[in-house]
Every structure is written in structure tokens, then in C-alpha cells.
């Protein structure tokens, strides 16, 4: 059965901190990882990652995929308080899309 | 560019009873999802429309349906409510298919559904 995890479950850092969160998963066929920030209201996208392997980075965050280890990092370096929130995957398998339960990560100032 | 529009954004309903949510995507977006959000199970998706027809299902009773009209807009129906649909049900507009392609999706505000 296809599934996903995420670690860790939560996570509370300080202000400037570098934070790595992960998501490992086992699907019969990936297609694709999508990284996703929610805030009090809905997800808002993040980074899509595909079998190329090619790292994403926006700004403070970066993301790349390990297609040998099937997981995901996530990476935040020089947290902020608005980075407070809840950060899931999103896998695509065989147009199965499955989310991981999210890692919700505190930045205290 | 407006984004995606869910109505009501709040819902209270009796066990036994059905509803039904609304979904409007941004304008030339085709792609309609929908997921259930809860506490305990996270983030689970329901079903993919795009050009009005059902691509994608999730694992959900028959109780929950859906529907895509020609200009996109999305219903999705509950029947005979439970007390567990209790939720947030969030909805995501993409342009291409995500049978078709990878590409992002937005999301809407949700509607909170409580069933008493």
C-alpha cells in the first residue's frame, strides 16, 4: 500500500535557525512530490519534485529529491517567525495523490 | 486574478442529512480536487474533475460525489451525513490535469462542514 511519512511530527527552533524536514515514501509508481506551507488557511504550494532530481530553491528554502532513499528534504535556513506552520508532502502516484501527516514546525523568536 | 472561491465557508449540518459545497477555480484553470482535511486522518484527497468528467477518485464511500459544469465550477455532495464528515473540505484548481501533468494547484479558503 502506498504511503507517506513525515519527520518530524513537529519541531520548535529559534529565530535563525537552519531546519530539515522530511518525507519518505513508498508508491508503486511516483510520478511526482509536492511540498506544501499552511498557514491558519489553505496550503499554499511550495516546490513540485520530480524523478530528475533537480533541486528547487526559493529563497530561504530548498528542496531536492533522493529518488535512491524515496524521501524528500526540506530545508529552511535563517528561520523566521513566519515560518511558523505546518509543512506537507504530497505525493503522485499512479494519479493516487497522497499526503503526508505534515511536520509542524514553531519558530520562536 | 481572483483565486479559488469555496462556498458556504461554514456549514452545520444533522447526521442524515446531505450537502452540498461549491467550488469556483480561477478563471482558465480546468483542473478541479477536492480533499477532506481532519485532525486525525490529515489531508486526504477525494476526487479530481477536469473537463467535466471524474479523473481521479480517492478512497471515499459512494456517499461523497462530485460534479465539473462547462465553466469548470466544481459541487461536491455528501449524503447522509456522518458525524466523522466533520471537516475542513479544500478544494484546488490547477490548469492541466493532474492525470496529465505535474503542475501546481491553489487552493481555496475551505468550507468547515460540522455535523451535529
Known amino acids: 500500500e502506498d504511503k507517506v511519512v513525515q519527520s518530524p511530527l513537529s519541531l520548535v527552533v529559534h529565530e535563525g535557525d537552519t531546519v530539515t524536514l522530511n518525507c519518505s515514501y513508498e508508491?508503486?509508481?511516483?510520478?511526482?512530490l509536492l511540498w506544501y506551507k499552511q498557514e491558519k488557511k489553505a496550503p499554499t504550494f511550495l516546490f513540485m519534485l520530480t524523478s530528475s532530481g533537480i533541486e528547487k530553491k526559493s529563497g530561504r528554502l530548498s528542496s531536492i529529491l533522493d529518488k535512491k532513499e524515496l524521501s524528500s528534504i526540506l530545508n529552511i535556513t535563517a528561520t523566521q517567525t513566519g515560518d511558523s506552520a505546518i509543512y506537507l508532502c504530497e505525493l503522485d502516484s499512479s494519479y493516487k495523490l497522497i499526503f503526508g501527516s505534515g511536520t509542524r514546525l514553531l519558530v520562536r523568536p | 486574478k481572483a483565486g479559488v472561491t469555496q462556498t458556504p465557508r461554514y456549514l452545520i449540518k444533522t447526521r442524515g442529512q446531505q450537502v452540498t459545497l461549491s467550488c469556483s477555480p480561477i478563471?482558465?484553470?480546468?483542473?478541479v480536487s477536492w480533499y477532506q482535511q481532519t485532525p486525525g486522518q490529515g489531508l486526504q484527497f477525494l476526487f479530481e474533475?477536469?473537463?467535466?468528467?471524474?479523473?481521479n477518485k480517492g478512497n471515499f464511500p459512494g456517499r461523497f460525489s462530485g460534479r465539473q459544469f462547462s465553466n469548470s465550477r466544481s459541487e461536491m455532495n455528501v449524503s447522509t451525513l456522518e458525524l466523522g464528515d466533520s471537516a475542513l473540505y479544500l478544494c484546488a484548481s490547477s490548469f492541466y490535469s493532474r492525470q496529465g501533468s505535474h503542475n501546481e494547484q491553489f487552493f481555496g479558503p475551505g468550507t468547515r462542514l460540522t455535523v451535529l
Open positions: 474533475y477536469f473537463s467535466e468528467t471524474q479523473r
Open positions: 478563471s482558465g484553470h480546468r483542473s
Open positions: 508508491v508503486t509508481n511516483f510520478r511526482s
